[in-house]
T-cell receptor, first 115, second 113 residues
Framework: DAMVIQNPRYQVTQFGKPVTLSCSQT?????MYWYQQKSSQAPKLLFH???????NEADTPDNFQSRRPNTSFCFLDIRSPGLGDAAMYLC??????????????FGSGTQLSVL | GENVEQHPSTLSVQEGDSAVIKCTYS??????FPWYKQELGKRPQLIID?????GEKKDQRIAVTLNKTAKHFSLHITETQPEDSAVYFC????????????FGAGTILRVKS
C-alpha cells in the first residue's frame, strides 16, 4: 500500500536527451518535494510545491523543471541531462504545517543513469 | 540558509553497544529535527523526530536529545543490533508553510556481530 509512488524505479537516458520522472501520492498532501541524492551524499532539495505554488531553491540549476497538474501528481523534468545529473531522485510529501503534522513521506525514488 | 553538520561520518560498534551520532545546525530559527535511516538503494525512513520545544524524546532503543542553546542534537541507539547497520541522516528545518529539510552528510553505522 505504497502512499508515495515513483515511476520508473530505474531510468536510463542519454546525455542531453530530455527525461521526465513522475511521482504520485494517495495521501492528499498539500506539499510535494523533489530531492536529488547523489551517491554517498545527503538528499538535497531541488524545489517544492505548496499546493499550486512552486518554490525553487536558489541553487537548483535551470536544467531542472517541475510540474504539478493536480494534487496527486508531480513531475520532474530534466531538459538536457548531463553526466553529473546521475542520481537518485526522491519525491516526498507532507501536510500543510498548520495541520500539525510535519512529517515527510518519501517515495522509493527513481535511480537515474545518464549514458 | 541553514547548514547542518554531522559527525562522525562512519561509526563501527559491537553488537549490544550504544551508538551516538551528533549534529549541529546554524539557523537558530530551525524548529524541527528528524532522523532518517537509509539502507542501500532504499528510501530514507523516519526513525524519530523532535520539535524545538522538547529537549528529549525516546522510542524504545532510540532517543534524540536537543540543545537549542548550543544548536546541536544527537541520536542515541542502545543495544545495537546488526539490522541497525545503515546510513543515518539528521536534518533540520524551519517549519513554515512547508517543511524544507536540510540534511546532514550522513553517518555510516556498522554493527559488528
Amino acid at each position: 500500500d505504497a502512499m508515495v509512488i515513483q515511476n520508473p524505479r530505474y531510468q536510463v537516458t542519454q546525455f542531453g536527451k530530455p527525461v521526465t520522472l513522475s511521482c504520485s501520492q494517495t495521501l492528499n498532501h498539500n506539499v510535494m518535494y523533489w530531492y536529488q541524492q547523489k551517491s554517498s551524499q545527503a538528499p538535497k532539495l531541488l524545489f517544492h510545491y505548496y499546493d499550486k505554488d512552486f518554490n525553487n531553491e536558489a541553487d537548483t540549476p535551470d536544467n531542472f523543471q517541475s510540474r504539478r497538474p493536480n494534487t496527486s501528481f508531480c513531475f520532474l523534468d530534466i531538459r538536457s541531462p548531463g553526466l553529473g545529473d546521475a542520481a537518485m531522485y526522491l519525491c516526498a510529501t507532507s501536510r500543510k504545517i498548520k495541520a500539525g503534522d510535519e512529517k515527510l513521506f518519501f517515495g522509493s525514488g527513481t535511480q537515474l543513469s545518464v549514458l | 540558509g541553514e547548514n547542518v553538520e554531522q559527525h562522525p561520518s562512519t561509526l563501527s560498534v559491537q553488537e549490544g553497544d550504544s551508538a551516538v551520532i551528533k549534529c549541529t545546525y546554524s539557523d537558530s530559527a530551525s524548529n524541527y529535527f528528524p532522523w532518517y535511516k537509509q539502507e542501500l538503494g532504499k528510501r530514507p525512513q523516519l526513525i524519530i523526530d523532535i520539535r524545538s520545544n522538547v529537549g528529549e524524546k525516546k522510542d524504545q532503543r532510540i532517543a534524540v536529545t536537543l540543545n537549542k542553546t548550543a544548536k546541536h542534537f544527537s541520536l542515541h541507539i542502545t543495544e545495537t543490533q546488526p539490522e541497525d547497520s545503515a546510513v543515518y541522516f539528521c536534518a533540520a528545518s524551519i517549519m513554515e508553510y512547508g517543511n524544507k529539510l536540510v540534511f546532514g552528510a550522513g553517518t555510516i553505522l556498522r554493527v559488528k556481530s
